[in-house]
């Protein structure tokens, strides 16, 4: 805290800041979506104007590098991530409200008064600080970070200061001997070291992946789960593939009844038309989670990991809430439901069963190795890595 009263701390305590670590060479890279801070005036302080940030990298007690973000990008960023922290937050409330905020923010306490939308903050504002608009952050070095410590500049009628917290690394290993959820050759798209808009942006999602099916079509030309231009799920190479458990477990919950038949044709389902779906699904009577999902299954693995199968074709899912699950077992086939744009299985590890706010866990699989040179040459890591595309070949009988 400043002697002027402004204060520093996480947005949601239960966030853990979860680095990517991998190996090349002699050559440790460390990869960190950032967490977002909230920033807080004591009512009785003067009005605090916010100024540049400095990110310092930290490996054993010692700074190996920094980050500068200037006056005009922190103003920006706060202008546009608290405008649409009060358009989650403030009346009237609504499910997709809170559902939006859970995903892209985590267990965030709701707010009695609005959030502060500039770079100066009155007595008794807050605001939310969203580091990973502001540093995409990546290091390698011959060391791995542990800790990076954010000094924010603050000016008042006081005079300037600086403001420092310190963001302690959880390094994580997934703690399962997991295999592959789809038997045979298949596609990752989206591993989170690069897919910067896409599940990382997500608090549950951050080490999500999609798995599809990249092969070459009856035209001779290769082409993502379909041949170009199918009008018709089945036409793609992944539909209704079997899902496989990833590991032993209990069945956290299911879904089943999400209807194949208004996503026949990906080339006409936009984005619009599942929102309509899904609303037209709630208004019925099913469950959010399952309305959003798709046909899922969710399993805890009884050792803190939570595995999440999202997107599968109606009436496959073969397990319900309470089901012991074997590794390897068949719970369900591919299919396109709810936020799905073509036939694809959505997969991802938790720390809790709550996929709206738990933390996302990197993920690896005993079947699908790092990789090899000279496409690659991983001597280490906690986490699938390369995208835009991952081929695994998988096989159910040698794992």
Known sequence: ???????????????????????????????????????????????????????????????????????????????????????????????????????????VPMPQE???????????????????????????????????????????????????????????????????????????MGTPWNDVFGHRMANSQEFAVDVVDYRRGDDGRFALSSPPGSENVKDYFLFEREVLAVGDGIVVSAGNQWPNRWAENPLNYSEERIVEITLELLEKGMDFNHAILGNYVIIDHENGEFSLYAHMSEGTVTVDAGDAVKQGQVIGKVGNTSNSDSPHLHFHLMDSPDFQTANGLPVLFKNVPLGQAPLSDFKESNSLLYSDYLFAFADRENV
């Open 1 to 107: 805290m400043t002697k002027d009263g402004l204060s520093v701390c996480p947005l949601v305590e239960t966030k853990k800041v979860i680095p990517i670590y991998f190996k090349n060479g002699d050559t440790w890279h460390t990869n960190v979506k950032l967490p977002d801070l909230l920033l807080r005036n004591h009512p009785q302080g003067p009005t605090v104007t916010l100024g540049g940030i400095v990110l310092s990298a930290i490996a054993d007690g010692k700074q190996v590098a920094s980050f500068q973000q200037d006056e005009e990008g922190v103003r920006n960023v706060i202008s546009e991530t608290n405008a649409l922290m009060n358009r989650l937050t403030q009346p009237p409330a609504s499910p997709w409200k809170a559902y939006n905020l859970h995903m892209l923010f985590g267990d």
């Open 114 to 188: 609005p959030y502060a939308e500039s770079h100066q903050l009155e007595p008794g504002q807050a605001t939310c600080l969203r580091l990973q608009d502001l540093f995409p952050f990546h290091y390698a070095g011959r060391e791995k970070i542990d800790e990076i410590v954010c000094t924010i500049e603050a000016a008042s009628e006081s005079g300037s200061q600086t403001i420092e917290t310190r963001i302690r690394l959880t390094p994580y290993r997934c703690v399962g001997d997991y295999i592959f959820p789809i038997a045979g050759s298949a596609t990752i």
